[in-house]
């Protein structure tokens, strides 16, 4: 009963690496399910039609399922898509189904194509009842225009990368993406967060990519690294996050850390920007 410095203002985090299999969906769901076990409230927003995030939440998405898909492409709102999760009280999903497959396609034609899911989002915050601390948003990994929709609906980006040779590859293009966005479309979209994923300690390698991602982004690396874990893999299968599946593996425990490292250091920054608005 932990309970994490909630966040004044919603925190919108998009979960981006156009890298398939690093650990994004796998992040998203631990993290916003240990937040949920803080006392956060919590949405996931499952962006990629495979819907694994879906999946492991325990939500239904089979095709004809209400999904993210009828709110990008229609008249819904999140709420009318919207659903519980078997994981957590705290915790509610806007589920993806394969239809989004078509919807990189059939969005261009749209107006205001990318700010198709900001508009949802930021009207149902702001007719929302409850408060919502946290909403995470599960990109596919591509960088096409329903990343480019997580990127203009966010504050923050969370980049999770997993600890193997071609780490930084890939990154460059991701972070000039985001200045791309920045530039155009959300000049207020940061990255704050980077995580190691997948990190196998008796590896000297994976030690390296660390050691070497640390160097290049001091402030955004949390000091929690995700370790390899049997269990963290096997949780989905059972339609489970790990703190479902296994609340006491060194897995669960790694997400609950890292969620604590965002909380404080998203108190931080509050802290940090009340000082300077109070000095202008
Ligand atoms: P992405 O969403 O980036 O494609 P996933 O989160 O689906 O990546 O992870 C890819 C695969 O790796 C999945 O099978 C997942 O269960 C597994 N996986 C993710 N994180 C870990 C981990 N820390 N330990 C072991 N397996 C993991
Ligand atoms: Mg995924």
Redesign the pocket.
């Known amino acids: 009963e932990t309970v994490s410095p909630l966040p004044a203002k919603t925190r919108v985090i998009t979960v981006s690496?156009q890298?398939?299999?690093?650990?994004?969906?796998?992040?998203t769901v631990n993290l916003a399910a240990a937040l949920a076990r803080r006392g956060a409230r919590v949405l996931v927003i499952d962006l990629?039609p495979q819907g694994?995030a879906s999946t492991a939440l325990g939500v239904p998405h089979r095709p004809e399922v209400t999904s993210i898909y009828d709110v990008l492409l229609g008249e819904l709102g999140l709420e009318d898509a919207m659903q519980p999760t078997t994981d957590h009280e705290n915790l509610v999903c806007v589920p993806s189904t394969i239809n989004l497959a078509g919807a990189e396609i059939e969005l261009v034609s749209l107006v205001a194509r990318e700010q198709r899911l900001r508009t949802a989002l930021q009207t149902f915050l702001d007719a929302a009842e409850e408060r919502y601390d946290y909403v995470f948003i599960?990109c596919p990994?591509s960088l096409g225009l329903l990343t480019v929709n997580a990127f203009v609906a966010a504050d923050e980006v969370l980049i999770?990368i997993q600890c193997e040779y071609y780490a930084l590859e890939g990154l460059s293009q991701l972070l000039g993406n985001i200045q791309l966005i920045q530039k155009h479309l959300n000049p207020g979209l940061r990255v704050s967060t980077i995580m190691l994923?997948?990190?196998d300690a008796r590896t000297n390698l994976a030690h390296e990519v660390a050691t070497e991602v640390r160097a290049h982004f001091p402030e955004q690396v949390l000091d929690a690294v995700?370790?390899?874990?049997?269990r963290?893999?096997e949780a989905?299968s059972y339609g489970q996050t790990v703190h479902a599946y296994d609340g006491a593996s060194i897995?669960a425990l790694a997400y609950l850390e890292s969620a604590a490292e965002i909380a404080e250091r998203g108190a931080k920054a509050e802290r940090a920007a009340k000082k300077q608005a109070k000095k202008n």
Do not use: C, E, H, L
């Not at 995700?226 to 049997?230: A, E, G, L, N």
């Open positions: 690496n890298k398939g299999g690093v650990g994004k969906t796998t992040t990629d694994n599960d990994p999770p994923t997948m990190y995700i370790p390899r874990s049997v963290i893999s989905p897995g």
